[in-house]
């Protein structure tokens, strides 16, 4: 008897609902949990309880024979996880900054489909804001809008796993009075977008960004002669693309960005390397104050003497109250050549005394320090588990 495809589609589809709407109850679940940890201020994280949770899962669908490898049911609980956490974070946040506004304006760079338009949605909808766009062509203007208040936030990328430290959006940042309220991180996944043909053999020519070329340039190589087209980024390729609307051209680009321009996906995961992910961080004109129940960062800006060991000096004072750095970066200093200033990232909260007595005490070791901002942390670690 053959199989009716579109009956097994049908099945499949009505599996995915009942899908949905469990993961839609776990989610609710998260609020009344957070609620509950308001009242006896525990952490938001308890990772032996993810742990124990996850191999609970493991044994489960091992004795109910249901044929799932660990690995499928590590990844999947983790990303639920995940999502359990950040919404007793945004909680949280929301409560203690007081309700923010309805609709917020952020200002990235780029056009509309821009890797920090994007980042920038990701932000609002995970505060559950209405975004109003404030798209910008350079990171100064940026900083620039949120100054003046025309932009309530500014989104910006300071680091890529391939490319490493973005150092304009660095050296930007030691001249501002903005403060540093969040941090969040997106994948980057380049794919070849079409205006509806499914037949890659008939694109000759590619449109894009010279980065995202170079960053897929082993799949452009495998295709038969393809002609490139450098555009100023790849939302400008896909918006190019989109309005051409030619059949043998494609753009390189994101998924989310090819879907706001009418773009469908003929090919994904097309970079050399798979891993490659943006952190960005959020600017606005007020600090914020987190709470001790998150995970938070500190980014801090501090110049040392020139005398020798005078850095390892400083960072002793982590080490002493335990504080965990996670980036150290460093950049001239405009005007006074030779000297460094340091960019500093520690696991703490500038309002936990432990971090105020270790700040204290790094005034001594420095000839500058100021706190860029303290923000909540959105990269949830997940837990190993066998
Ligand atoms: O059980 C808790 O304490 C929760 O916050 C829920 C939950 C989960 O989603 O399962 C989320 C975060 C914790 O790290 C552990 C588990």
């Not at 304009?168 to 996944?189: A, C, F, N, R, W």
């Not at 000759?204 to 002609?227: A, E, G, M, W």
Request: contains cysteine; glycine residues 4%; hydrophobic residues 35%.
């Amino acid at each position: 008897m053959a199989l009716d495809l579109s009956e097994i589609r049908q099945q499949i589809t009505q599996i995915d609902r009942s899908l949905l709407k469990l993961l839609s109850e776990r989610h609710r679940l998260a609020f009344d949990v957070v609620r509950s940890k308001e009242i006896t201020q525990k952490p938001l994280r308890d990772e032996k309880r993810e742990q124990q949770l996850l191999q609970e899962l493991i044994n489960f669908s091992e004795n109910e024979n249901y044929q799932l490898e660990p690995q499928y049911i590590t990844q999947i609980f983790q990303k639920i996880i995940e999502d359990s956490v950040l919404t007793q974070q945004v909680y949280l946040q929301k409560k203690l900054n007081e309700q923010r506004e309805q609709s917020i304006h952020i200002a990235f760079l780029g056009k509309r489909g821009s890797y920090s338009h994007l980042a920038a949605r990701s932000y609002a909808t995970r505060y559950q804001e209405q975004l109003i766009e404030l798209s910008c062509s350079s990171f100064e203007q940026i900083f620039e809008k949120v100054s003046s208040g025309e932009a309530d936030y500014g989104v910006l990328p300071l680091e890529n796993t391939t490319s490493g430290s973005i150092n304009e959006v660095y050296d930007l940042l030691q001249h501002t009075d903005l403060s540093l309220v969040g941090e969040l991180t997106y994948p980057i996944k380049h794919c070849v977008l079409v205006n509806g043909q499914d037949d890659l053999s008939k694109i000759d020519t590619l449109y894009s960004h010279p980065q995202v070329i170079q960053q897929c340039s082993q799949f452009i190589r495998s295709l038969n002669k393809v002609h490139i087209e450098f555009c100023e980024s790849s939302s400008h390729a896909m918006q190019l693309v989109s309005s051409l609307n030619k059949p043998n051209i494609a753009a390189l680009g994101n998924e989310d960005g090819g879907h706001l321009y009418g773009l469908t996906v003929l090919r994904s995961n097309i970079a050399n390397q798979e891993n490659n992910i943006t952190r960005f961080i959020v600017i606005a004109r007020k600090a914020i104050t987190v709470s001790s129940q998150i995970h938070t960062k500190t980014l801090l800006l501090m110049t040392t003497g020139q005398e020798a060991g005078s850095l390892v000096d400083a960072l002793t004072v982590f080490k002493k109250y335990q504080i965990k750095m996670t980036k150290l970066e460093s950049r001239p200093i405009y005007g006074k050549p030779w000297e460094e200033m340091f960019y500093l990232e520690i696991e703490a909260n500038t309002n936990h005394p432990d971090t105020q007595a270790a700040l204290e005490e790094l005034r001594q070791y420095s000839t500058y320090l100021k706190v860029l901002g303290c923000y909540p942390s959105e990269i949830v670690k997940p837990v190993d588990v066998r």
